[in-house]
């Protein structure tokens, strides 16, 4: 029903091609290397290798080191994209990204052992205590998926918060098959859980059937299990699940920066102190997300700019 709001940039090109796929279960790491696709999509497309490097905010030549980033899996797609940009631009400049969770990713930007902590949910007041910072830079929407065959299109948000809660177990009570509701969620600490409940005033209150360490794994077991219904990333969508509406609106970007879809949340790229009080690599990443041209790659992975 939904189809991906992915939209395809040509400065990335073969850049976000290349992707893997989202975070697998437990701890995972990856390292992004930069390719020379880009160099000649970029020439296909009109646009010369000079003009790509401009447009990752830096000069190459000036820029030498490593940038590391630790966090939400929700958050992959945008952080490899932006990772393969920057280093095309850099050579001198290697991004390593772990994917392992937002609280995982606040806690290492916190103690030290990352320069930016990734996270899918706003930081906690007792986080921003330890002199962290809130660095928001995308919005992302909650989707609700439920597997193809369910034939129910629309939810309220009364009757979300009652499948999530376990006061609604049938999809018969909900104009469905007669058939329970399979309650897939993800597990604890857990940025897009965090901001689901936050967002529903459901906190400590779900009662799931499954709880799933990563956005893929959710994908996947509401894709294969009858019956189920879960959340995940709105830029993650596609035709393996079935989208549901909520008050009779899509998930879309364009519905979310109006206001008319409910479950959205930001992408923030936690740092310990100011942007400006950081190393030169860390500003020029920054100074990259915040351009024009970081916007556009904010926009090509289904996301929205935060300014």
Do not use: H
């Not at 280093?87 to 916190?110: K, L």
């Not at 999530?164 to 049938?170: A, E, M």
């Not at 104009?175 to 969620?185: E, R």
């Not at 949340?265 to 024009?292: C, H, W």
């Amino acid at each position: 029903m939904k189809k991906n709001y992915m939209k395809t940039l040509a400065l990335t090109g073969l850049a976000i091609l290349a992707m893997g796929a989202l975070a697998g279960c437990g701890s995972k790491t990856a390292e992004t290397k930069a390719s020379d696709s880009t160099t000649a999509a970029s020439s296909e497309s009109g646009t010369s290798s000079a003009e790509a490097t401009t447009a990752a905010g830096a000069a190459a030549a000036d820029l030498k080191g490593s940038i590391s980033m630790v966090g939400s899996t929700s958050m992959e797609k945008f952080a490899t994209a932006l990772s393969e940009v920057f280093m095309e631009a850099n050579p001198g400049v290697t991004v390593q990204a772990e994917f392992v969770g937002s609280g995982a990713g606040i806690e290492a930007v916190g103690n030290g052992s990352a320069d930016i902590g990734n996270s899918s949910r706003n930081l906690k007041d007792e986080e921003k205590a330890k002199g962290i910072v809130e660095n928001i830079v995308a919005i992302d929407g909650i989707a609700i998926v439920t597997d193809p065959s369910n034939k129910v299109d629309n939810l309220t948000k009364d009757q979300l918060i009652n499948i999530y809660n376990g006061t609604t177990t049938s999809w018969k009570d909900l104009g469905g098959a007669d058939q329970p509701i399979v309650v897939i969620g993800r597990e604890s600490g857990s940025g897009t859980r965090s901001a689901f409940e936050e967002l529903l005033k459901l906190e400590d209150a779900c009662k799931y059937s499954n709880e799933l360490d990563s956005t893929g794994a959710v994908m996947a077991k509401v894709a294969s299990t009858p019956g189920s219904i879960g959340y995940v990333s709105l830029d993650v969508l596609d035709d393996t699940v079935k989208t549901m509406n909520l008050e009779g609106t899509e998930p879309t970007p364009e519905n979310i920066k109006a206001g008319s879809y409910f479950l959205s949340r930001p992408f923030v790229m936690a740092t310990k102190g100011e942007i400006s009080e950081q190393n030169d690599l860390v500003k020029a990443l920054f100074d990259y997300i915040y351009s024009d041209e970081g916007k556009e790659l904010v926009k090509s992975v289904g996301l929205i700019p935060a300014n």
